[in-house]
């Protein structure tokens, strides 16, 4: 199931190298499938350091390079109502706040919920998981936890999703770790967002793949472009055939399409590029 991060790189750059380095979209003059404009977001991370001094200037940039959406990582002092109101005054919806594990788990957890509602998202998100559960045995007392806050979250009106990293993907005693918790957690309560370049580089199967087998487990996705050198990379710029990993997108579940890059050198610049890719991709 699992394939090495030299097979997965090899095929992707292959693929990109024949859509130029995805450049421009592979194909696109035979291609009809697009994203929907209100699909594309931007998930807040990729633009902490402008959020820090301005977060109503950067959301009013991000409005009007075209995002429709943002994930919300980071709230940089303000509440979840003063987001809420920048993000009305901007024309922007939040669909998501990441909110760590041990809140999800805990007392937190209402109080975390009642502030998705506020900021007007519809996804609770873990983004990672420590360290100390990072085996089989530590993988399923997750899913336990995650099935019971995630029926916390469908009382709420809403639904818990698990974001991955490299580390999710591996294979510990014979077993895939993120596999432990596609099959052990309840489809109904438990969803992932799933990012691309995490998915990639930790060697899992290509995430269309995963649509394939897990339909409508990923409603949200992390997308997030890889470098030849492996590294980090605008969208559309690097190595990641992202027109075959859409190909199964609906299948997957998918409803939003959020930007990420984990350490831009122009936060702004990074934006407007991977959204003109994402918003003139045919797949």
């Known amino acids: ?101 041990d809140i999800v788990k805990g007392a937190g957890l209402p109080q975390a919920l009642e502030d998705i509602h506020t900021l007007g998202g519809k996804w609770i998100v873990v983004p990672s998981l420590p360290g100390s559960l990072h085996s089989p045995a530590g993988y399923r007392e997750v899913a336990r936890e995650f099935n019971r806050a995630g029926l916390a979250a469908r009382e709420s009106g809403l639904k818990l999703l698990y974001h991955n990293h490299g580390t999710d993907h591996q294979v510990v005693d014979g077993v895939g770790l ?27 199967s290509a995430p269309g793949e995963l649509f394939v087998r897990h339909p409508h487990r990923f409603p949200a996705l992390h997308v997030k472009d890889m470098a030849p050198n492996g590294d980090f990379a605008d969208v559309g710029s690097g190595v990641l055939d992202f027109p075959a990993m859409f190909d199964t997108a609906r299948r997957g579940g998918v409803k939003q399409w959020l930007v990420e890059h984990d350490a831009p050198a122009d936060p702004f610049a990074s934006a407007l590029a991977s959204y003109t890719y994402l918003s003139r991709l045919r797949y």
């Open 178 to 204: 993120y596999d432990i918790l596609l099959a052990e957690t309840d489809p109904e309560l438990v969803g992932f967002e799933l990012d691309l370049y995490w998915a990639a580089k930790g060697g899992a």
């Open 1 to 101: 199931m699992y394939r090495t991060r030299r097979s997965f790189l090899g095929t992707a750059v292959g693929a990109a190298a024949a859509a130029g380095l995805g450049t421009t979209p592979a194909s696109a003059g035979s291609r009809r499938r697009h994203i929907p404009p209100s699909g594309i977001g931007m998930h807040l991370y990729t633009m902490r350091t402008p959020l820090a001094t301005d977060f109503r200037g950067t959301l009013e940039r991000l409005a009007s390079i075209g995002y429709a959406t943002v994930g919300v990582s980071g709230r940089h002092g303000h509440s979840a109502a003063d987001i809420r109101r920048m993000l009305d005054g901007t024309g922007l919806r939040a669909v998501l706040e990441h909110v760590g594990y």
